[in-house]
């Protein structure tokens, strides 16, 4: 390893470690949140199968949607945090903190694997780190399940990359990984179906094109992400979060519209958050 190689390694080293400081700094207030009355009595403070003596694996498991969420995985977390903190709420926050810590570091890496420059990837996970549009996910115990699935979702982004660059027989190692990540992204919180769109997009940035090459690659996570599509929708409807309105009878297609164009917006101009933002009625 030459000179230069092992100076550009270290630099990028520097640059996680002040990237991860940075982020984790960010978060800090975080940790003296406490509980809140929204959803963090069904996911942890009442919910017997979190606080136990011992971990409930095959309960959790074969737990219904909670609030409208299957997400087995992220209650798991919550068993685990049970054991070393009981009902400690400094400690699940501090979970939720460092594992998006390592998200943000993730996404350095993956933009790195990507062959972009280390200022873009440096810039990328910045803003990963410290855009205001996360404080929600990372500050609210019962969201969890956010930072955690985008965990497995990263994980398993970074092994494709590497599958990729893998030849003949270790490549499906990388394979195997890549499916199993993608499993327990799913089980942390079922919209990781987006997945095999991130990897279409990962692909055209690598190869400056579309090809048809990945496609039977991606076939096995594509029924992945369709069996994740039928268990949001199950949970969903399940809790008779999904229904008619009749005051917006096409709201299916419409709120869909409006929250889209909505997170574009406080991307650019994270201006006056709130906890809830209310679809907008006649009267507004």
């Known amino acids: 390893m030459t000179d230069k190689k092992k100076q550009r390694i270290a630099t990028c080293w520097l640059v996680a470690v002040g990237i991860a400081l940075a982020t984790f700094l960010c ?21 017997q199968l979190v606080i136990s003596d ?54 350095f890496l993956v933009f790195r ?35 955690l699935y985008v965990f497995f979702l990263l994980l398993a982004w970074l092994s494709y990359l590497k599958f990729r660059s893998t030849v003949e027989m270790k490549r499906w190692l990388w394979y195997g990984l890549i499916l199993l990540l993608f499993v327990l992204s799913i089980l942390s919180k079922p ?10 997009l990962s692909d055209y ?10 496609i039977p690659n991606n076939i096995p996570i594509g029924i992945l ?17 999904i229904g008619f309105n009749a005051d917006h009878p096409v709201s299916t297609f419409f709120y869909g519209s409006y929250n889209l164009v909505f997170y574009f917006i406080k991307v650019l101009i994270p201006a006056n958050l709130s906890i809830f933002h209310p679809f907008p009625t006649n009267d507004s």
């Open 191 to 200: 919209i990781a179906f987006v997945f095999p769109i991130v990897l279409v």
């Open 27 to 47: 978060f800090i207030p975080s940790l003296y949140n406490g509980w809140t009355n929204w959803d963090d009595p069904t996911y942890v403070l009442q919910n």
């Open 113 to 147: 694997k990507l062959g972009t420059s280390l200022t873009v990837a440096t810039i990328v996970a910045l803003l990963f780190g410290i855009h205001p549009m996360h404080v929600e996910s990372v500050t609210w115990i019962s969201e969890r399940k956010d930072v």
């Open 225 to 241: 992400a369709i069996i994740a599509i039928f268990i949001a929708q199950w949970g969903q409807s399940d809790s008779d979060s």
């Open 54 to 107: 011992t971990v409930q694996w095959s309960a959790i498991f074969k737990q219904d949607q909670l609030l409208g969420i299957y997400h087995p995985i992220t209650l798991i977390s919550y068993a685990l945090d049970y054991q070393i903190w009981e009902l400690d709420a400094w400690g699940y926050h501090l979970t939720n903190v460092l594992v998006h810590v390592l998200n943000t570091l993730l996404v």
């Open 205 to 214: 940035l690598q190869d400056k094109k579309f090809t048809w090459r990945s």
